[in-house]
């Protein structure tokens, strides 16, 4: 079982975060940041960074402030959308379809930089084949955006260059199509050189530490669960995948799997198909939760093992964009172990010290900046951070002057065509598609679309609901309905309806928004409420085949209201 163990690892990011990560390394070799604050022009695809980044919030206003400015694509008119100079409302799950519509008109309108292209990047006459379908009227009919947007988001783009940042959000890898979504969007970036110059998408330096990746022989690696279905998530994450753990813990094949130890995630409330995930849990021989608080997962387990908080440790903390490093300050003790100092007394009782050698956390971290020539006590010194590598542009160029890659991509260019995916056998274009369980799903059954996990701002996924104080802003569950939606099943505000979707079924308060607050066939249901817990209606059968992620963002429902 310990052999096994070794090679199952998981987190949330294979929901969250991994998707965008597999999408901007594969064309790019790297998660670029925007350089917003001097954006001439800032695009936000499915972001909305007043309730997930508030820092930037910030950078956005500085740069509008210089007279830069704000474009949001979103199927939400969000906080983010509110301060817009144009809002962009698609429908879910059909950014992709925008970003080709985008690139057709970009490259029949000579708006490309080709030298840029010819130099830095690998697969453009694929590229441009393929956006040739993507014409103005196919694209408006499937987003519902229409051409006089399009005109407009295009003016945007002629206008400011290559000072450009569009950035995606978790909107987009939340789709049966969401790594594809997002390299369609990067492929603009790369299309208008807007790649490591003042304003543009930036390939930024790292602090040089040394890497805690563990390599195993590929026979072993071989049987990590969901290596084989995904490849890409597994070589460039190190992460198995966590839907297919459930498969697995109710199937015991291909061998058997009896253990879990958590710390820091609350699945029963933040995965899809919950119904599945609680099921699989309860079938565990040892299930161990590290928290702070009795979750809704911690509820299920063997044992609960009291957390230490941030407060209670010493971290290193990265800004990418700004390429500082912060080492936090350990404020209190409150005698808890912190994840390094319980996780290394597991393996010095399981004979693993090898793996985790350093005598606490403190240690590791002195390891981990070994390289940089920094010790922890110079570091620390810094309190608002330590800026290791100032923002510079044209990093590209000179690396190619240098003689080395100008990008960390297997041809070492810009790849609109992924060596990734060509090493594997599979489509290496950012091709959109829809899920084939969703197409073939009747619309008379399912006739709406559910949007879940939409941000709002006193909550953090499943998290604070425990805190009276922020829990009364929002106490309960809403399903956010288009007034005319609402109408057609004669609902009003506050009553209480039925969702249902081939998954499972949950009741729920309706809220009627603004007509230009949703789009109109869709829903949305934020997630984190355990008695209206919407990952119920979210299946694990539609995965974006590249990542693996489930899509949450367009679900087939059906509403029904009831009546007492």
């Not at 029949?108 to 030298?115: A, G, I, W």
């Not at 930036?202 to 563990?214: E, K, R």
């Not at 009364?472 to 939606?485: G, W, Y």
């Amino acid at each position: 079982m310990c052999f096994w163990t070794r090679t199952n690892y998981f987190s949330n990011d294979t929901q969250c975060f991994a998707g965008r990560y597999i999408a901007y390394n594969m064309v790019f070799g790297t998660w670029p940041g925007g350089d917003l604050r001097n954006s001439r022009l800032v695009v936000m695809w499915g972001s909305n960074p007043p309730a997930s980044h508030s820092y930037w919030t910030q950078d956005i206003n500085e740069a509008r402030d210089k007279g830069g400015k704000l474009i949001v694509v979103d199927t939400m008119y969000t906080e983010m959308a509110r301060i817009a100079d144009h809002y962009i409302q698609v429908k879910p799950g059909t950014d992709s379809i925008l970003a080709w519509g985008l690139i057709k008109q970009l490259i029949d309108r000579d708006m490309v930089d080709l030298e840029f292209v010819a130099q830095f990047t690998k697969g453009f006459d694929e590229l441009k084949e393929y956006a040739r379908s993507f014409t103005q009227e196919f694209v408006s009919e499937q987003t519902g955006v229409a051409i006089e947007q399009m005109e407009t988001i295009l003016a945007c783009y002629k206008e400011s260059g290559n000072s450009i940042s569009n950035w995606c959000g978790t909107g987009l890898e939340h789709q049966a199509n969401g790594v594809n979504n997002v390299r369609s969007v990067a492929y603009i970036d790369a299309l208008i050189g807007a790649v490591d110059v003042p304003g543009g998408m930036m390939t930024m330096d790292g602090f040089g530490v040394q890497s805690l990746h563990m390599h195993m022989d590929p026979e072993v690696e071989a049987r990590a669960i969901g290596s084989q279905e995904f490849p890409i998530l597994f070589n460039m994450r190190g992460e198995c995948h966590t839907l297919r753990l459930m498969n697995q813990i109710l199937s015991q094949e291909p061998y058997p799997f009896k253990g879990l130890i958590m710390t820091a995630a609350n699945p029963v409330l933040t995965n899809a198909n919950a119904s599945k995930v609680i099921e699989a849990f309860k079938a565990l021989d040892l299930l161990v939760v590290k928290e702070l608080y009795m979750t809704e997962t911690a509820e299920l387990a063997h044992y609960v093992i009291p957390a230490a908080s941030y407060m209670e440790r010493s971290e290193l903390q990265y800004n990418g964009i700004n390429q500082t490093v912060k080492l936090t300050e350990k404020v209190v003790d409150l005698g808890l172990q912190n994840e390094y100092d319980f996780f290394k007394g597991l393996a010095d009782r399981l004979g693993y010290t090898d793996l985790l050698p350093w005598e606490n956390e403190d240690a590791l971290n002195a390891w981990l900046i070994e390289p940089t020539g920094m010790s922890l006590e110079e570091l620390a010194s810094h309190r608002d951070g330590y800026q290791f590598a100032p923002l510079t542009y044209g990093k590209p160029q000179a690396r190619q002057a240098r003689g080395e890659k100008p990008f960390n991509t297997p041809s070492g260019l810009i790849e609109f065509t992924s060596g990734h995916l060509e090493a594997i056998g599979r489509e290496p274009l950012a091709k959109f598609m829809n899920a084939p369980e969703y197409m073939s799903v009747s619309k008379e059954e399912y006739p709406l679309v559910l949007m879940t996990g939409s941000r709002k701002v006193m909550f953090f996924h499943g998290r604070y609901r425990n805190l009276s104080q922020v829990n009364k802003v929002m106490p309960e569950a809403q399903v956010e309905m288009h007034p005319s939606d609402a109408a057609w099943h004669n609902v009003v505000d506050g009553e209480m309806v039925r969702v249902t979707s081939a998954y499972g079924t949950i009741n729920i308060k309706v809220r009627v928004m603004h007509e230009a607050e949703i789009v109109a066939g869709a829903v949305q249901i934020t997630h984190g409420f355990k008695d209206a817990n919407v990952n119920i209606l979210v299946g694990d059968g539609v995965l974006d085949p590249i990542s693996g992620f489930p899509a949450l963002k367009s679900v087939p429902v059906r509403i029904e209201k009831i009546v007492h």
